[in-house]
């Protein structure tokens, strides 16, 4: 583990170069920065809201992983399809999901996404084509094929992303959905977010060989593996992985390397990772720190239109609250609805 | 603390009894065993006596009432003690209020401190949700024991003890007939629907009324002693193939025994030896000879029964009661006699002790007072065979091998006997034996 | 009316909805070339070409996931289970993920898919190939259970289960396979959810499943000769049950006996009879409500052995006999 050593961001120039031959404009990277700002926002107010005893269940934030909600969502369309895991708020975030809603199945009320059944571990909306979060580790991944199969059969142009952990990379639905959607060419985004702990376990610990992507090599998938905290980086992979997919390609496979800053679950007491681990990622890696140093650097935002960028996602969020706050509860003579369509 | 006077249970399989009648009223001074009330059973009606010395008090049921077994009818107060110190149960109760009470209200605890009791008699109270005020106390406190009788004593009376089906039990609450009235056909008696449904039949369902099938009638409802009688001859006719066999049998030695006896008895002061008792002691004779006719049926097995208990159906104002002589072929005539006048007399006032019913092992129906010459009686179950007894009748009989005539006391005997049990030739030579020692009776007598 | 199998009755289903309906399409393991491990699938092949009849690696939980899948995108997949105990392997799709998205996305998904698995014993298959789990789908609400035990009601119900918009665990039993009847060439649906009286009496309602209603109807027509007239009630449907039928049968036999293959301990009967027990129609049971079960022990492989572990005509017979006759 390295020791309080500041990430190197590059010069100036190599960034610039880069965003240029990416085509990204100011604009995109500005909204970049809102998107990732809106979702740390969220999660710490889970956070705050969870603390004030507002929240029934269990929460699992990803505050830390910012960058590969945004990366992602930069390079997909808005409707190509979702497959998300339990972590899943920063990604629905960045893929336009409706905040208040979002907040309101949080909280568990019946203006949510999904009528206060969910709540934070099963956000979906289908509107937007998010198939929704799963709780079952590795339980979205199967489902991508049959999305993937679908968009082939209805010779549509969408792509299905399937988002999932390090942990879920060793259930062994991973190996069958791996080996169907190559074998039949399906137009899948498998994006493995490796935050180096399943639950407790470290990723180390778990798998035999790391990279997790290489493991595509064995289906003839194309991967990439890469800096999960670097949105750029994780944007330049994607549009790499979303072009071949929707050439007719089939499947690709994209690690990211990121770090969540709060345990697993609400119970979690990080007894696994020793506290200059978190605070090293903190301080010297954190994504949405090392963005705005870029934008500040490049002259694209100066520091008090970073700062009112940062209060209007906050604003955002705290706009969602109140909404969520002052809508109803599910009547609970509607108990047994929406158990048959 | 007052003494609860309780329903006593007589018999094994009671759940009930009816007050007839009490013999003292609210404010009475009762001594310990005194009669306080008459009750009647399914089988007898019975005298209770008073639980303890004192004055009673808080009767709760009233002449008529049912009452389960082991429920406190009423209270005993010692010396010193006033109506205060009745637990509230049997307090006058205020008219039940119509609303639903708050669940804070159902909460029992503030009761409990009115009670004098033990801490753990309280918890356990408490635990078990058992009201403390009801719960007789053996010693100066309610005690842990007293508690755990209370409960036993409540699952008793709660238990239902016939068995049948749900849907006999919903015709049964439809037609109004009383489940214990019907003969079970099902495994182990089970009752069930159909069982009921016939039981039905005769009797229309429905309230008591002056029409029945449109014609009028008095309805007189069955006391618990006529459904008894009632359904166990129902019972008795249907499940033991009856064969009856008849003999004539001269009474002229029996009547001769009956006066040397009779003159001896009203030299002591005694009362006059029946003809009734003469026969019992033939028979209890007959019976130790002819074991099977001393027998009951068990379905699978036969029980000889090894004492000789010999029911005497006798009329009473309400039907017929067999008080039952015990032990009759260790009797004597004359102590034969005595017992019998004795449980006679019970019978008509209505005072006849649970035992003075039980474990009879043969009957004998005599209806030879009203001139009846021969009938054939019901077997009582679960004796296997029952001796109906004619008048006497004084008529010519051929007496010798001469053919020589001459007038005789004769009276019938026809005994009613289980097939199942008894051959035709058991019985038969059952008979033979009494005609020979009615015949001769000086052979066992002396 | 022309006579059919059990097997093409399904067959003839597929074909004419895949025929009827474009988004109709089937996947599963051996299902082409091979024509599926018992040969239901044969031809489907060649009509429909390999866009419509997938053939998988053996993945029973990804042919699940996929089938869950296309159908959230407004597919009607048809899957193939080769045996009903492979259901296990895929249970995480269908119990966790097909069975809950309707409801736990707030009604906002829906899941119109079928999942065909042959159950059941009798062929020799022994512990892992012939398995009853019809009762541990059916403690998964959101699934529907589907169980036919005639041709007819084979097709009928295939034809409701694939334009269903929920999931449907279509239980299919081998030896009902080759059994033939009667069956419309046309379109015809049998509603789900509805129970059939399959053969009517006034003395006892048994309620039995697929193999176990054939058997239960030959010992009625026997005991009919002898005055006994069993009322044979076919649920059809397992998950949602049609309780209401049930209950009105009993409430008119007073007698009820509940027969099925599957093991008894957990099994549905106890379903049946505490749902019968618990109701009104209590007051008209007159007489101890029973059920007869598989076993509870894997199903061996010996025949004799096989046989004795599932109830067997004598059985029903022998148990029906007992109810009526008052000796239990």
Partial sequence: MSKGQEKDIGSREQFEERVKQLGLSDDTLIGVYRTMCTVRHFEYMADKLYAAGKVHGTMHLSAGQEAVAAGISMAVCPDDYLINHHRGHGHFIAKGADINLMMAEFLGKDTGYNHGRGGSMHIADFQSNNLGANGIVGGGIPQAVGVGLALKMQKRKEICVCIFGDGAANEGVFHEAMNMVALWKLPVLYVCENNKYGMSMDVERASAKLPLAQRADAYGIPWACVDGNDVVEVYDAMKTAVEHIRSGNGPYFVEAITYRYFGHSKSDRNLYRPKEEIEDWKQNRDPIMRFTKHLLQSEILDEGQAQEIDAQAEQVIVKAVEFAEASPEPDVSTLMEYVYA | MPVPFIMPKFDMDQEKATIISWCKKEGDFVKFEESVLTVETEKVAIDVPAPATGTLAGILYKDGDEVPVTKVIAYILKEGESLGDLPNASLPTPPSKPQVAPVSQLVPAPQIASVTATPIAIRMAKEEGVDLSKVPASGDRITREDVESYIASQKTAGRVTVPATPAARRVARESGIPLETVAGSGPRGRVQSVDVLSAAKPVPAGSPTAQVNGREAEIVPLTSIRRTIAERMQKSFQESPHIALTVEVDMKEAENVRKRFNMQAEKLGQPKITVTALMIKVVAWALVRNPYINASFNGDSISLWKDVNIGVATAVSQGLVVPVLKGADHLGVSEINMQLIALAERARENKLKLDDVQGGTFTISNLGMFGIRQFRAVINPPESAILAVGSVVRKPVVVDEQDRVEVRPMTSLTISADHRVIDGIVAARFLSDLVIGLESPSMLLY | ?328
Avoid at chain 3, 202 to 215: E, F, G, P, Q
Avoid at chain 3, 297 to 308: A, C, M, Q, V
Wanted: aromatic share 6%.
């Fill in chain 3, 1 to 328: 009316m022309p006579e059919i199998t059990y097997l093409e009755a399904i067959r003839q289903a597929l074909w004419q909805e895949m025929k009827r309906d474009e988004r109709v399409f089937l996947l599963g393991e051996d299902i082409g070339r091979y024509g599926g491990a018992f040969g239901l699938t044969h031809g489907m092949l060649d009509e429909f070409g390999e866009e419509r009849v997938l053939e998988t690696p053996i993945s029973e939980a990804t042919i699940v996931a996929t089938a869950i899948g296309a159908a959230l995108l407004g597919m009607r997949p048809v899957a193939e289970l080769m045996f009903m105990d492979f259901v296990l392997l895929s249970l995480d799709q269908l119990a966790n993920q097909a069975a809950k998205m309707h409801f736990m996305f707030g009604g906002r998904a829906t899941v119109p898919m079928v999942v065909r698995m042959p159950g059941g014993s009798g062929s020799g298959a022994a512990s892992q190939h012939s398995q009853s789990l019809e009762s541990v789908l059916m403690q998964f609400p959101g699934l529907i259970v589907v169980n036919p035990s005639t041709p007819y009601d084979a097709k009928g119900l295939m034809l409701s289960a694939i334009r269903n918009p929920n999931p449907v665990c279509f239980v299919e039993h081998k030896v009902l396979y080759k059994t033939k009847g009667e069956v419309p060439e046309g379109d015809y649906t049998i509603p789900i959810g509805v129970a059939e009286i399959k053969r009517p009496g006034r003395d006892i309602t048994v309620v039995a499943n697929n193999v176990m209603v054939m058997k239960t109807l030959n010992v009625a027509e026997k005991l009919s000769k002898e005055g006994i007239e069993v009322e044979v009630i076919d649920p059809r449907t397992l998950l949602p049950l049609d309780t209401e039928a049930i209950l009105k049968s009993v409430a008119r036999t007073g007698r009820l006996l509940v027969v099925h293959e599957a093991c008894q301990t957990g099994g549905w009967a106890g379903e049946v009879i505490a749902s019968v027990v618990g109701s009104p129609v209590f007051d008209y049971i007159d007489a101890p409500v029973r059920r007869l079960a598989g076993k509870d022990i894997p199903i061996p492989y010996n025949r004799g052995l096989e046989k004795s572990a599932i109830p067997q005509e004598a059985d029903i017979e022998q148990e029906i006999r007992a109810l009526v006759e008052g000796r239990i």
